[in-house]
């Protein structure tokens, strides 16, 4: 069996895209990483006191899923900072029940509104299964985002909501560690995407994949596409020029993500659990990452959680031994946990022509 190398610092191993090493085992991604800055929850709380008693009902609003970080967000802003929150949720047909769980009782502990909406009955799960099935027809890793073009359009109605609110002010909780760098060298992340000066890239790149693999022409909702390019993140020039009069921001872009802060809190205040179906606390919210990180892993060998505690490393969050036992439990994704997702999306593995090899480890 090959055995991976990997950085003597961090944990990516050499089938991670763009990767090199000098001479002492060190690679590029930690001799190129910028170390993280936060602005300070002073500023934060400037920020909230412009909204803070504003509004007719609520102060800010929040997405939640039921995952760690937007339970931490919720948690801090009603009772660290004493904010109306109005919560909003989409009932993604991939949600895990153990976070639906950890939703309902953060908004009963905590006494918030939320907003639960969702696309028309079928839609989601119907074009993820188209998407997924021309995928696997030629699987290609810079294409793998395209499984999850129907969630990249959730923000014009998540804006939508606030307008109908009267409210200002979204607070997000995403991790600022988790966009993976690896992504940049195909069609990028969702907060980078979007931009003007990606766009020959973008275009020769996906020009490729359609000749590649046509099956995308014809399979996918291109509408689904297009509007996820246009506004798959907050930031995207579409979404700024539609909504001019929100402002986004993020809570870890002022106070330091902490995971062991972040999970102490959840598990004690919220009665926060991880699923039960997989090891890591991350992401399990959405069970078709399952399948995102299991092909990412199988395409290109290594996925976005070593890209994760590869920077956790060089935040000195943990250390590179116990990133490694953590990874040993926590990438490995079990072929019944696949099998039950695809199943929700009426397919089963023989419908996707995946190599045999991927199942051999």
């Known amino acids: 069996m090959y055995e991976k190398k990997r950085c003597v610092k961090c944990i990516l191993?050499?089938?991670?895209?763009?990767?090199?090493?000098?001479?002492?085992?060190?690679?590029?991604?930690?001799?190129?990483?910028?170390?993280?800055?936060?602005?300070?929850?002073?500023?934060?709380?400037?920020?909230?006191?412009?909204?803070?008693?504003?509004?007719?009902?609520?102060?800010?609003?929040?997405?939640?899923?039921?995952?760690?970080?937007?339970?931490?967000?919720?948690?801090?802003?009603?009772?660290?900072?004493?904010?109306?929150?109005?919560?909003?949720?989409?009932?993604?047909?991939?949600?895990?029940?153990?976070?639906?769980?950890n939703l309902e009782n953060a908004l009963k502990i905590l006494n918030v509104d939320c907003v639960k909406w969702e696309f028309k009955p079928g839609y989601h799960l119907n074009e993820s299964s188209k998407a997924l099935n021309a995928w696997s027809h030629n699987p290609?890793?810079?294409?793998?985002?395209?499984?999850?073009?129907?969630?990249?359009?959730w923000w014009p109605g998540f804006f939508k909501i606030a307008r109908e609110n009267n409210i200002s002010l979204i607070v997000i909780g995403s991790n600022p560690l988790e966009s993976a760098n690896f992504k940049d060298n195909s069609f990028g992340s969702a907060r980078n995407y979007h931009k003007l000066s990606r766009l020959p890239?973008?275009?020769?790149?996906?020009?490729?994949?359609?000749?590649?693999?046509?099956?995308y022409l014809y399979q996918c909702s291109w509408k689904a596409v297009i509007k996820g390019f246009l506004m798959a993140s907050h930031s995207s020039p579409y979404l700024k020029a539609v909504y001019k009069n929100m402002n986004v921001v993020r809570l870890f872009d002022y106070i330091e993500w902490n995971e062991g802060e972040v999970m102490t809190t959840i598990q004690d205040n919220l009665d926060w659990?991880?699923?039960?179906?997989?090891?890591?606390p991350w992401r399990f919210d959405c069970r078709m990452d399952h399948i995102k990180k299991f092909l990412y892993q199988k395409t290109i060998g290594v996925s976005e959680l070593e890209d994760l505690f590869s920077k956790m490393i060089r935040e000195t969050m943990i250390t590179r031994e116990d990133a490694l036992l953590r990874l040993e439990d926590e990438?490995?994704?079990?072929?019944?946990?696949?099998?039950?997702?695809?199943?929700?999306?009426?397919?089963?593995?023989?419908?996707?022509?995946?190599?045999?090899?991927?199942?051999?480890?």
Not at 32 to 44: A, D, L
Not at 331 to 357: A, F, G, R, Y
Request: proline letters at 6%; a positive charge; charged letters at 25%.
């Open 13 to 101: 191993p050499d089938s991670t895209p763009g990767i090199t090493f000098d001479q002492n085992g060190i690679c590029n991604y930690c001799k190129q990483y910028e170390s993280m800055k936060v602005k300070g929850e002073e500023e934060f709380l400037k920020i909230l006191d412009q909204y803070r008693n504003k509004g007719m009902q609520y102060d800010c609003m929040i997405g939640v899923s039921g995952g760690r970080d937007s339970s931490y967000l919720i948690w801090k802003l009603v009772r660290d900072y004493k904010m109306r929150v109005l919560a909003v949720h989409y009932n993604n047909p991939f949600n895990s029940n153990q976070a639906k769980m």
């Open 273 to 280: 659990k991880k699923s039960p179906e997989h090891a890591s």
């Open 201 to 215: 890239k973008t275009l020769a790149k996906g020009a490729g994949e359609l000749i590649s693999n046509p099956r």
């Open 140 to 153: 290609s890793p810079s294409m793998l985002p395209i499984i999850c073009a129907v969630c990249k359009n």
């Open 331 to 361: 990438n490995k994704i079990p072929i019944h946990l696949i099998e039950n997702v695809l199943v929700t999306m009426d397919l089963k593995l023989s419908d996707l022509n995946w190599p045999q090899e991927w199942f051999n480890d």
